[in-house]
């Protein structure tokens, strides 16, 4: 298994600052002076996330907490995707009944009773095709042994918008490599809001985005004057990181 993308960064005269929201914590600003490497940005970003984007993903495939349910999802219903998802970020569906999943698809591997408590797939029964106790004891020894310790099921992984107006298969993104427009605005005023409604964006400002995507802004939206609003894109850049798992 290994994890990797586009973290988004900000270069203004040797000095870094990493863009990213989420609950992974995010490196302070640097000066590239001060670091003694041949890819000072990437050492940092790479060394950061080794620490704590390892420490973030062990957490969540760790046996103590407990692994994601093959059947959880991000995207709310249980049709095929039509348009992009409104959700909050971080609510989980469930694949099978449509609706949020009462324990946020995180299967205990330590407590199957809880887990067959917990579980609500009894109420789409007819989507199964056998009882639901024995799906769901089949589906906890399924993931138990660890059939489904698959990156996509992991909790705290958020779509990008933009992404998924695209349709992109990829559209999963560890926590570093999500940033949100908002936080790269000017404080919020009536004018701004106006134009970016008129130009259908402005209901995602609060949406997680890649960083990827997030450079793409100023062609997907050449309506929008970025710069008026504070958000200027020369300097921002996107490092590529990669993380190994045994
Ligand atoms: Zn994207």
Redesign the pocket.
């Given at each position: 298994m290994h994890f990797e993308g586009l973290v988004l960064v900000e270069v203004e005269d040797n000095v870094v600052t990493p863009h990213w929201r989420g609950e992974v914590p995010c490196p302070q600003k640097f000066n590239i002076d001060d670091i003694d490497a041949d890819n000072p940005i990437e050492y940092v970003i790479g060394n950061w996330i080794e620490h704590y984007g390892r420490r973030w993903i062990d957490e969540f495939t760790g046996s103590g907490n407990g692994v994601n349910c093959p059947d959880g999802t991000l995207t709310p219903g249980n049709g095929e995707r039509q348009t992009p998802t409104t959700a909050t970020p971080d609510t989980w569906y469930c694949k099978i009944t449509g609706e949020t999943c009462p324990i946020q698809a995180l299967v205990p591997t330590d407590n199957k009773e809880a887990f067959i408590r917990g579980c609500n797939v009894e109420e789409a029964a007819e989507e199964l095709d056998k009882p639901p106790e024995q799906y769901k004891k089949g589906l906890f020894q399924a993931v138990r042994k660890g059939e489904f310790t698959g990156e996509h099921h992991m909790a705290g992984r958020e779509p990008?918008?933009?992404?998924?107006q695209?349709q992109?298969v990829e559209?999963v993104?560890d926590p570093w490599a999500l940033t949100a427009i908002h936080l790269h605005l000017d404080e919020e005023t009536m004018d701004r809001k106006k134009r970016f409604r008129q130009a259908g964006l402005e209901s995602w400002v609060g949406h997680p985005?890649?960083?990827?995507?997030?450079l793409e802004l100023p062609d997907l939206f050449p309506d929008v004057e970025f710069s008026k609003w504070g958000l200027n894109f020369e300097p921002y850049q996107t490092v590529p990181y990669r993380l190994d798992f045994d």
């Open positions: 990008c918008w933009q992404c998924q695209k992109a559209d993104h985005i890649c960083a990827e995507c997030f």
